[in-house]
Structure formats: C-alpha cells, structure tokens
Nanobody, 121 residues
Framework: QVRLVESGGGLVQPGGSLRLSCAAS????????MGWYRQAPGKQRELVAGMSSGGSTNNADSVKGRFTISRDNAKKTVYLQMNSLKPEDTAFYYCKVKYSTTGSASISASWGQGTQVTVSS
C-alpha cells in the first residue's frame, strides 16, 4: 500500500511564501508523475504544478513565475515552493503521485490527505 504524507500548509500574509512537501512511502517500484492540485470552496480541483519522471514540468498559468515544483527521487518526495502568494491561492492543496508497484505492470495513482493554505492579512 502506498501512502502520501503532506506537510507545510498554513496561514500566510499576501506576498508571503510557503513550501509544501509530499512524501511517498510503500511498495513503489517506479514513479511516473508527481504533482500538486488545489481545490477552493465551491470550485473544482485543478492542477497547480506537475512533474513527469523525466523532469518536465507543467504549471497552471495562474502560478507561473510564482510557484516552483521540485522533487527528490531518493526520498520519493515532491515539493511546491510558493512565493508571492495571493488571497486567490487560498485552497486545500493535494499531492498526487502516479506509480507502479513491485511486481505489477499497471500504473496506479494515489492522493495525499491535503493541506490547507490560507492567504490573508
């Protein structure tokens, strides 16, 4: 069983920074994708930033130039550095990982439990 543990959310003033972390553990053989999504009240969950196994990234237009996704393969951890935060960044942030497990050819996906990010003065 694969488990994702997120950390780093909280309350920050506009213009501030936060760094989210998501560590994966369990019977992971290969990781194909690690990414961050967010969901604000009354809105659909949206991709914020994602990174493929080859290192290519895909960021939402709303966060380009402010958020940076990175990963530590050895630690099976993905990070989201969020700078110049705005009130509209307020949401529950979830990490998602696509992976294969030892002895299986299929690709599975798991979600983290989510962490609240609130940007307010």
């Amino acid at each position: 069983q694969v488990r994702l543990v997120e950390s780093g959310g909280g309350l920050v003033q506009p213009g501030g920074s936060l760094r989210l972390s998501c560590a994966a553990s369990g019977s992971i053989f290969s990781i194909y994708f690690m990414g961050w999504y967010r969901q604000a009240p009354g809105k659909q969950r949206e991709l914020v930033a994602g990174m493929s196994s080859g290192g290519s990234t895909n960021n939402a237009d709303s966060v380009k130039g402010r958020f940076t996704i990175s990963r530590d393969n050895a630690k099976k951890t993905v990070y989201l550095q969020m700078n110049s935060l705005k009130p509209e960044d307020t949401a529950f942030y979830y990490c998602k990982v696509k992976y294969s497990t030892t002895g299986s050819a299929s690709i599975s996906a798991s979600w983290g439990q989510g962490t609240q990010v609130t940007v307010s003065s």
